[in-house]
T-cell receptor, first 113, second 114 residues
Framework: GNSVTQMEGPVTLSEEAFLTINCTYT??????LFWYVQYPGEGLQLLLK?????DKGSNKGFEATYRKETTSFHLEKGSVQVSDSAVYFC????????????FGAGTILRVKS | DTAVSQTPKYLVTQMGNDKSIKCEQN?????MYWYKQDSKKFLKIMFS???????INETVPNRFSPKSPDKAHLNLHINSLELGDSAVYFC?????????????FGPGTRLTVL
């Protein structure tokens, strides 16, 4: 079945540091890939997505590129802010699976000023 | 202007009770979902409905019964609550069921079973 593996956290960075959160996936078909973010006490918000190989999703300074050859969708940001502190979830969906989202375990990001 | 709303936000109850969580979306979407987030933040699909029809039922105990009175609402009823049901339950919706599409999540309902 489909699965997503994310790097374990928590990840603690100083403000303006470079961020990478690794995400790899296993899928039988050609899934769409997503990053969702959950701020403390809130629901999930879509951060970015990519629907086919070599697509790059970007939003709020975050980027991720759909790499079919390495089955990866790593999240990057050049300069993090304290307000980026949250839990980040990598996820995939495949229409053959009824469009359900399969999530990674989530990575807690803490940014210190 | 809330896109996906859930009630209640918090629910504290005793073991053995029956409770319901309601979800409504005003996005005009055809598909709605329930996800469970456990204490370690792990998220897993429970159910999916497309235009009031059950599409996904992911090996959830039959104490959990979703009901979709119309395509804008998907409620979750839980019978005989157990300690292990304590979690945050998220409702979500998306435009179409047949293609991977962005899902929009509600704020969650934190259920605590004592």
């Amino acid at each position: 079945g489909n699965s997503v593996t994310q790097m374990e956290g928590p990840v603690t960075l100083s403000e303006e540091a470079f961020l990478t959160i690794n995400c790899t996936y296993t899928a039988t078909g050609y899934p769409s890939l997503f990053w969702y973010v959950q701020y403390p006490g809130e629901g999930l918000q879509l951060l970015l997505k990519a629907t086919k190989a070599d697509d790059k999703g970007s939003n709020k300074g975050f980027e991720a590129t759909y790499r079919k050859e390495t089955t990866s969708f790593h999240l990057e940001k050049g300069s993090v802010q304290v307000s980026d502190s949250a839990v980040y979830f990598c996820a995939l969906s495949d229409h053959r699976g009824g469009n359900k989202l399969v999530f990674g375990a989530g990575t807690i990001l803490r940014v210190k000023s | 202007d809330t896109a996906v709303s859930q009630t209640p936000k918090y629910l504290v109850t005793q073991m053995g009770n029956d409770k319901s969580i309601k979800c409504e979306q005003n996005l005009g979407h055809d598909t709605m979902y329930w996800y469970k987030q456990d204490s370690k933040k792990f998220l897993k699909i429970m159910f999916s409905y497309n235009n009031k029809e059950l599409i996904i039922n992911e090996t959830v105990p039959n104490r959990f019964s979703p009901k979709s009175p119309d395509k804008a609402h998907l409620n979750l009823h839980i019978n005989s609550l157990e300690l292990g049901d304590s979690a945050v339950y998220f409702c979500a919706s998306s435009q179409a069921q047949g293609a991977p599409d962005t899902q929009y999540f509600g704020p969650g309902t934190r259920l605590t079973v004592l």
